[in-house]
C-alpha cells in the first residue's frame, strides 16, 4: 500500500516512472539501485512476501489499493501552485 503510494506520487511528480533510486541497510551494509519505480515496488512486495509478512494476493490487493488512495488525494488535494484556478 505505502510503496506504491509512493512510488504513484513520485510518478505523478516527475512525469515519469524511471528515476534512480537507492535504498542502503546499515543492517547489512548493502546498497540496492533502481532505475525504474516499478522495480523497486516489485522488490519490495516479494521481499515482504519472502519474509513472511504477506501472501502474493495480498500484495495485489495492497498495490490497488495504494494506486487508488493516492490517485484519489492528488485528484481532489494537490494541484500546482502555478494553477490559475482559485476555487
Not at 547489512?28 to 501472501?55: F, K, M, P
Not at 488512495?69 to 484556478?85: I, K, W
Given at each position: 500500500?505505502?510503496?506504491?503510494?509512493?512510488?504513484?506520487?513520485?510518478?505523478?511528480?516527475?512525469?515519469?516512472?524511471?528515476?534512480?533510486?537507492?535504498?542502503?541497510?546499515?543492517?547489512?551494509?548493502?546498497?540496492?539501485?533502481?532505475?525504474?519505480?516499478?522495480?523497486?515496488?516489485?522488490?519490495?512486495?516479494?521481499?515482504?512476501?519472502?519474509?513472511?509478512?504477506?501472501?502474493?494476493?495480498?500484495?495485489?490487493?495492497?498495490t490497488k489499493l495504494g494506486r487508488k488512495?493516492?490517485?484519489?488525494?492528488?485528484?481532489?488535494?494537490?494541484?500546482?501552485?502555478?494553477?490559475?484556478?482559485e476555487d
Open positions: 500500500f505505502f510503496t506504491t503510494a509512493l512510488a504513484t506520487a513520485l510518478k505523478k511528480y516527475f512525469s515519469t516512472e524511471h528515476l534512480n533510486w537507492q535504498i542502503s541497510s546499515t543492517a547489512t551494509g548493502t546498497t540496492r539501485v533502481y532505475t525504474d519505480l516499478h522495480d523497486l515496488v516489485s522488490e519490495l512486495q516479494n521481499a515482504r512476501i519472502y519474509a513472511g509478512l504477506h501472501y502474493r494476493f495480498s500484495t495485489e490487493a495492497g488512495v493516492c490517485q484519489n488525494f492528488l485528484t481532489d488535494h494537490l494541484r500546482r501552485v502555478d494553477d490559475d484556478d
